[in-house]
């Protein structure tokens, strides 16, 4: 991918792209053009909600010179969740404390909530891929007795 000049051309409303800023030599944030608003916003995946508006950081203090679009993400080893026995794969597992003291912690299923494992965490964070990763391998050997037909 190349850098795009914002003279040549701005990226679609509101799409998320990496942003160079000017003054700052090889600072790159991830940002979005709001066309409306004639200004650049920093780009979270997690803006604050306050009441029913989201804040959002406005680089008007910027000046952004160049944008690329974002290049696609990296495959994750653990998207490839087996099915629950409810019926459904879910999406991504649910992960909670087993109240070990970070020791251990439980697994469940997004789609119906009802089926989980408990698994050793090694002490990893709970909201960290080391964690989940070890959430999927616990969650992919359970029994499922439907399949050794």
């Not at 160079?20 to 944030?29: K, L």
């Not at 200004?39 to 979270?44: C, G, H, L, M, N």
């Not at 974002?70 to 080893?77: A, F, T």
Request: with cysteine; hydrophobic share 35%.
């Amino acid at each position: 991918m190349e850098w795009i000049k914002v003279e040549d051309r701005l990226p679609p409303y509101y799409a998320p792209v990496l942003a160079r800023v000017a003054f700052q030599t090889e600072t790159i944030i991830a940002a979005r053009y709001e066309a409306d608003a004639g200004s650049w916003f920093e780009q979270s995946e997690y803006e604050e909600i306050t009441g029913d508006a989201r804040v959002t950081h406005c680089l008007d203090d910027y000046r952004i010179t160049h944008w690329m679009p974002l290049p696609e993400p990296p495959e994750d080893r653990w998207m490839d969740i087996k099915q629950c026995p409810c019926g459904e794969t879910p999406e991504t597992l649910c992960i909670s404390d087993a109240g070990q003291g970070g020791k251990c912690a439980m697994a469940s299923c997004t789609a119906c909530g009802e089926w989980e494992t408990e698994f050793r965490t090694s002490y990893a964070a709970l909201d960290s891929d080391e964690c989940m990763e070890y959430a999927v391998d616990a969650w992919n050997r359970l029994p499922r007795f439907w399949e050794d037909r």
